[in-house]
């Protein structure tokens, strides 16, 4: 089992480009998380779903948009890139959403310049 | 209504303890704690679940006082595989979380020396 993979683990973008950055689990979970981390302001969930066909908004969604392609992937676009989404980001999965661990990916490092 | 870690930061001799609490302001169904060590992604420790369930790695123990809308980590006769900056993330609710919308603290650095 690969667990959860992301690609790209690196990219470039000038700002107002546009990037979809992929996550799949080959667990089958069923809740599927995006997260963005700062430096010193630790993990802040983007977007979830918590199950296959629902998306819902975390605690800072503005800028991103998700898609529950499948059970498996779960995409995060950014339409329009600006510098504040420079990050590192990190998808995350779990068999359901209350006693479940979530599992994370290696990591995409954005850097929008 | 991020949780606050505390210490921020903590430097132990091997085989020493250490606590690493985390509070919030608001009403507390679950508390996640995971721990990440440099250029990786974090992993998980342990959940506690308001009502007492709990479900963790055997050596990882933690409390959760839900009148206090605390939780505290225990890391006891540490080992240097024990340093990594460790998080804790708050799911809201009094009668039902929220879905895995977790909101998670800063972090506390922790650093075990030979």
């Known amino acids: 089992n690969a667990g959860v993979t992301q690609t790209p683990k690196f990219q470039v973008l000038k700002t107002g480009q546009s990037m979809t950055l992929q996550c799949a689990q080959d667990?089958?979970?069923?809740?599927m998380y995006w997260y963005r981390q700062d430096p010193g302001m630790g993990l802040r969930l983007i977007y979830y779903?918590?199950?296959?066909?629902?998306?819902d908004k975390g605690e800072v969604p503005n800028g991103y948009n998700v898609s529950r392609l499948n059970k498996r992937e779960f995409s995060l676009r950014l339409e329009s890139a600006a510098p504040s989404q420079t990050s590192v980001y990190f998808c995350?999965?779990?068999?359901?959403?209350?006693?479940?661990?979530?599992?994370f990916g290696p990591g995409t490092r954005l850097t929008v310049t | 209504q991020q949780p606050v870690q505390s210490p921020q930061a903590v430097i132990l001799r091997e085989g020493e303890d250490a606590v690493i609490n985390c509070s919030s302001s608001?009403?507390?169904?679950?508390v996640h704690w995971y721990r990440q060590k440099h250029g990786e992604a974090p992993v998980f420790l342990m959940i506690?679940?308001?009502?007492?369930e709990q479900k963790g790695h055997e050596k990882i123990s933690a409390s959760f006082n839900e009148k206090k809308q605390q939780s505290s980590l225990y890391l006891t006769a540490s080992q240097l595989s024990y340093s990594g900056t460790y998080f804790c993330?708050?799911?809201?609710?009094?009668?039902?979380?929220?879905?895995?919308?977790?909101?998670f603290g800063k972090g506390t650095k922790l650093s075990v020396k030979p």
């Open positions: 995350a999965s779990s068999e359901g959403h209350e006693i479940y661990e979530q599992y």
């Open positions: 779903s918590a199950s296959e066909g629902t998306t």
């Open positions: 993330g708050t799911e809201m609710g009094v009668y039902g979380g929220s879905q895995g919308n977790l909101i």
């Open positions: 506690l679940l308001k009502g007492g």
């Open positions: 608001k009403a507390l169904y679950s």
């Open positions: 667990m089958n979970h069923n809740s």
